[in-house]
């Protein structure tokens, strides 16, 4: 099979970026087999990809063997980058620690022996309720080398979830931190290792009421003679739940091959292969380490391709200082940015009106969870980055592991607010509520005709959930839930979620399709919408931001509602529509939605 690469970097101009992207579906198999060719397998895979999404089915590099430790630690110091900085931990008290490669590796593998010596095999599964720390990255490689699943869950879960998701998973080892003095932290510890009933329970800091520490787990514990694991390309790395339903645990499944191989390739592509002379070093990971784009850009990711990873100790307040993001500017090598949007929104708020107290700025800040508004792009030009294009938006969801969208930090490859572009090798399509693909500017639902390698399986039990949840929607087609259009120059923006229904006279429609298209119009800046509640059924309401200060109110409504009666029909035009200076927001960023019902039903003012 003739293989398809791009080279050691990707064209910054459009119409050149869009033939190579067109060029990767065009030889869709060649190129992921390039991709996953720049990695160290233990046996070749036979094949590509199997897929048939009717059942649904699919495997990525059938018959593969991978090993994603030794691709992350064992091949980047053989590249010569043994004294290389691997992780680099900031911590409250101010103190700095610092793993290079090959002290890295050294952990992982005494962690392994010990692993191996408390009776732990490939195919087994271990816990890790864990903070942004060191310990959860070498727990991680660990297994990984190994052949052991991991399960990371979010240290904001109460006891009683922890103990049922470890449960769920046939975990054999649980691995959890005190938080530095934390006594609610500590206070969970004890609970959840009373409610697991002797499963083992490790301490990642102090000690705690006889519970043995991972030091104390470690010690003695020798790595020599010890083999890695030869896990095949679909063998779980690690696992995600994502809700519990009826008692049961559903979650996504990240195969080891597939999504070692994307996580490696999409984070080059964003982060290394459209810069020139810019390229980070090292990356800030400030995502909880319970998400998968936390596992493709905070680990796997940085590591495969040499590039070290920065965390800061902030488990306690859950607030990243500004002295802290400048001091990781002024003593690190170009690091790059991993975060929410809502984090730049706190940068803004600490410093108020003052500027980062030093020159250095991040190559690269990507952003996921919600696309960053233009208006926070415009604050981070300048302040964070040098230049609007070097913020990135990432469109990951739950089961896609990897971004399937995203933009570039270039000029003429990112636009603010954009979700940007499908990934090289994935193709994104529209599609209308009657199973037409979309035109150009025309909102339609995200879906996915094909696989991709990173796509999470489903767990144990869950499959006709799997199945009914993402493939019923449109037969054939990975429906995503998401609301987007694209412009025509292939950037995609997102219109928002389409599990958010209004049933207006019979007829059903998605809020988000409604607010995509008055953030069209060119006098709209923002948009929500809501179902609000009368004697005949419900209304449709609307609440607008203007792009500039409004001079006749009513003219404007009046011109907002023909545009959406010629856009989608006259039973789509809101009853009422509220022209307003801002809309309300939850402090992670979220639509607060029930304070525009409570607006809408004037049970609240609109100030």
């Keep these: 099979m003739e293989r398809t690469d791009l080279g050691p970097k990707i064209p910054v101009r459009l119409d050149a970026f869009r033939r190579l992207h067109r060029h990767t579906l065009d030889n869709r198999e060649q190129f992921w087999a390039a991709q996953a060719e720049r990695l160290q397998w233990q046996t070749a895979f036979s094949c590509v ?30 590249q010569g980058k043994a004294e290389t900085p691997a992780l680099v931990y900031y911590q409250k008290s101010g103190h700095v620690s610092t793993l290079t490669f090959n002290e890295l590796k050294d952990n992982v593998l005494k962690l392994a022996a010990a692993f191996h010596r408390a009776g732990l095999v490939p195919g087994d599964c271990i816990a890790l309720n864990l903070p942004n720390c060191p310990e959860f990255i070498i727990s991680a490689l660990s297994a990984a080398y190994l052949g052991i699943t991991y399960l990371p869950l979010g240290c ?27 006594e609610e932290k500590k206070d969970q510890i004890l609970t959840v290792r009373t409610l697991l009933k002797g499963l083992p329970v490790l301490i990642a800091d102090e000690k705690r009421e006889g519970l043995p520490t991972l030091e104390e787990y470690m010690a003695d ?13 679909d063998h779980p790395l690690f696992v995600v739940y994502e809700n519990r339903l009826a008692g049961k645990h559903v979650g996504s499944v990240f195969p080891t ?14 982060f290394k292969k459209t810069l020139n002379g810019d390229e980070p070093e090292m990356i800030v990971n400030t995502l909880d380490m319970c998400k998968a784009p936390t596992q493709a850009y905070g680990l796997w990711g940085p590591l495969t391709n040499g590039t070290g990873i920065i965390l800061i100790d902030n488990e ?73 294009e070097r913020v990135v938006n990432l469109w990951v969801q739950s089961r896609s592991g990897t971004a399937l969208l995203n933009s570039y930090p270039t000029p003429e490859l990112n636009r603010p607010g954009t979700l940007g572009f499908g990934a090289l090798g994935v193709e994104p399509l529209i599609m209308s509520d009657y199973g037409q693909f979309c035109k150009t500017n025309i909102s ?22 799997f199945k009914r949840t993402y493939f019923s929607r449109f037969p054939g087609y990975f429906y995503t839930y998401d609301g987007v259009r694209s412009d025509k120059d292939g950037f995609f923006w997102f219109m928002g979620r389409l599990d958010d229904v209004i049933k207006v006279k019979g007829q059903g429609l998605g809020a988000s399709l409604i607010e995509g298209v008055l953030t069209s119009h060119p006098l709209v800046d923002e948009a929500a919408i809501i179902g609000s509640q009368d004697k005949s059924g419900e209304d449709i309401v609307a609440f607008v931001v203007p792009r500039s200060p409004i001079q006749d109110e009513q003219k404007c409504i009046d011109q907002i509602k023909e545009y959406i009666a010629d ?18 927001r939850t402090p992670t960023g979220k639509l607060f939605r029930s304070v525009l019902r409570r607006i809408a039903a004037g049970e609240e003012s609109l100030d």
């Design 49 to 78: 990809v199997k897929e048939d999404f009717s059942t649904p089915f699919f495997s990525w590099f059938c018959d593969g063997q991978i090993n994603a430790a030794q691709n992350a630690l064992h091949r980047i110091i053989e």
């Design 316 to 388: 306690i307040d859950n607030e990243i200082r500004i002295n802290t993001i400048e001091k990781i500017l002024n003593e690190q090598p170009n690091p790059a940015l991993l975060c929410r949007p809502t984090l730049i929104s706190e940068i803004k708020e600490q410093l108020d009106q003052a500027r980062l107290n030093t020159t250095n700025r991040f190559p690269v800040i990507a952003c996921c969870g919600n696309a960053l508004p233009p208006r926070l792009v415009k604050y981070a030009d300048g302040i964070l980055v040098n230049g609007p």
């Design 156 to 182: 904001h879960l109460p006891a009683s979830t922890v103990a049922e998701d470890v449960t769920a998973s046939n975990a054999k080892l649980l691995i959890m931190a005190s938080s530095n003095g934390d």
């Design 444 to 465: 339609g639902n995200l879906v996915f005709a094909q696989s991709w390698p990173a796509m999470a399986m489903a767990n144990s039990g869950t499959a006709q959930h």
């Design 567 to 584: 856009k989608i029909g006259r039973f789509a035009v809101p009853e009422k529509i509220f022209i307003t200076e801002k809309l309300p």
């Design 221 to 233: 514990a020798d790595p020599c003679g010890l083999e890695p694991a030869s896990p095949n390309a």
């Design 257 to 270: 091959g597939g999504f070692l191989v994307q996580a490696h390739a999409s984070f080059d592509d964003i």
